[in-house]
């Protein structure tokens, strides 16, 4: 996507800074929704490596997730991540979504860069047995853009304001770090997964709270 703004410069922010905000933004998705590895569990070392190292209490908060999931610091919030004991990817990741920016109102020298994307991961169980599942994993992402004239912000890396999320098909353990879809045979005497009564691909409003939806989490 590219930026357009009047002049060189978007609600005085530096086009070239906008449009590093949103392959910056772009880059945090992909690394923390598509690499193998992290689906697999791995510490997603690439996505933390996008984000601004003077983003200190979003940083500490997210490696103490990663560190000691609980319900309240849960990094499936942010990066999704699967137990390989029990669980295999099958064929590739569907996406489907949208990377804006806007100007930030009454703030001169701000933009924030937005990301709606839904995330469709097939899995079947680790054991072999053949049935496959859906996994629907939707972001909300909001990125700070600033003029570097006027804030400090280090050139290269993004600032994180918001991360929402919304996963469908989950068995509602929050607080273990990880996403564990539901299969057949785990559902007689389990909740009702997520996504039944709700459009996991509609995008045309926000995620719901944790506490409007079993496996519906958010963090800002």
């Known amino acids: 996507m590219e930026a357009k703004g009047e002049g060189r410069t978007v609600n005085g922010v530096p086009v070239v800074e ?19 590895a992290v689906l697999m569990g791995a510490e997603p070392r690439k996505a933390l490596a996008l984000v601004d190292l003077l983003a200190v209490d979003y940083l500490s908060e997210v490696r103490a997730g990663l560190r000691k999931p609980t319900e309240e610091n849960d990094p499936a ?12 990817l099958v064929g590739d990741v569907r996406v489907r979504g949208r990377l804006t920016f806007e ?8 933009v924030v860069v937005k990301a709606d994307y839904t995330f469709v991961y097939a899995v ?20 700070d853009v600033a003029d ?18 919304e996963i469908f ?10 996403i564990r879809p539901q299969f057949f045979t ?26 409007q939806g079993c496996g519906t989490v958010s963090r800002t």
């Not at 906008?18 to 598509?34: D, I, M, T, Y």
């Open 186 to 211: 785990d559902r007689p005497d389990g909740p009702t997964p997520t996504g039944e009564a709700r459009d996991p691909y509609d995008r045309s409003q926000g995620v719901r709270g944790a506490d």
């Open 18 to 36: 906008v449009e590093a905000a949103l392959e910056g933004a772009k880059e945090f998705l992909v690394a923390s929704n598509l690499d193998r």
């Open 124 to 143: 079947a169980p680790a054991d072999g047995d053949d049935e496959v599942t859906r996994s629907i994993v939707r972001r909300m992402l909001e990125v």
């Open 77 to 88: 919030w942010t990066f999704s991540r699967f137990d390989p004991d029990e669980v295999e």
């Open 103 to 110: 100007p930030v109102r009454r703030t001169a020298g701000k």
């Open 148 to 165: 570097p004239a006027r804030f400090q912000m280090t050139d290269g890396r993004i600032w994180p304001l918001a991360v929402e999320s």
């Open 169 to 178: 098909d989950d068995d509602c353990r929050n607080g273990d770090g990880v």
